[in-house]
């Protein structure tokens, strides 16, 4: 009963933070799309939907789900749900979004990991860990327009993160033998196709940008 009621207080969370994210986002000017091409690698499909707040501010939410394996009878996993809201600060005015920018973002995720060397969170390489992280971090990026409707984005950063799991033999299942917590650094890095989505007062920004050059 007590994992059961956990699971819907996180699903309550994740719904609002998402319906509050989106009722913003349907009130703003501008809005984009984006995919982390670096998140896909690790074979974790994600999206970040963003939205413009002011000349020079946006607001962001990032998403990504990685289910692999699915098979219990797999003693390596890597399973893991990530939320990611995160504020930019554009340099220049947000025109159509091109050029240098700051960011803050605060990031949770879900976890289930064995059997892994993952060289910035240690000591999972002979245990299974199931647990919960949070972070706050920093970070910079540049973003080149590549298209009418389209930009290329790198990013990096870095984060202090928290977590806090039991730890399992590894195996199908396991036998809990603790649980522990621990603070660690946790890299940024992105490299984002971003799709604009069409609106009048982005395609004006566009034709300026273009006749400014």
Same mark, same amino acid.
Request: with cysteine; aromatic share 16%.
């Given at each position: ?101 700051? +960011? *803050?973002?605060?990031? /949770? !995720? ?7 060397? %993952?060289?910035?969170?240690? #000591? &999972? ?11 706050? +971090? *920093?970070?910079?990026? /540049? !973003? ?7 930009? %290329?984005?790198?990013?990096? #950063? &870095? ?11 590894? +195996? ?13 650094? %946790? ?27």
């Amino acid at each position: 009963m007590q994992n059961y009621r956990l699971i819907n207080w996180k699903r309550s969370i994740y719904l609002a933070l998402v319906l509050a994210f989106m009722s913003t986002a349907a009130k703003a000017q501008q809005m984009t799309i984006s995919n982390n091409l670096v998140y896909d690698a690790t074979l974790t499909p994600n999206l970040r939907l963003g939205i413009s707040l002011s000349e020079h501010w946006t607001a962001g939410l990032t998403a990504g789900y990685r289910p692999w394996p699915t098979s219990d009878n797999t003693s390596r996993k890597w399973r893991h749900l990530l939320l990611s809201p995160e504020v930019r600060y554009w340099r220049d005015s947000l025109q159509v979004q091109t050029g240098h920018f700051f +960011g *803050a973002n605060a990031i /949770y !995720s879900h976890y289930n990991v064995a059997d892994f060397n %993952l060289w910035f969170y240690d #000591g &999972v390489k002979n245990e299974r860990r199931q647990g919960d992280m949070i972070a706050l +971090g *920093a970070f910079y990026g /540049y !973003s080149w327009l590549i298209g009418r409707r389209w930009s %290329l984005e790198v990013l990096g #950063g &870095v984060a202090v993160g928290y977590a806090w799991y039991d730890i399992f033999e590894c +195996g199908k299942c396991g036998t809990k033998t603790g649980d522990d917590s621990k603070v660690f650094l %946790l890299p940024q890095v992105g490299v984002d196709i971003v799709y604009h989505i069409p609106t009048k007062k982005r395609e004006n920004n566009y034709l300026k940008h273009l006749f400014e050059k």
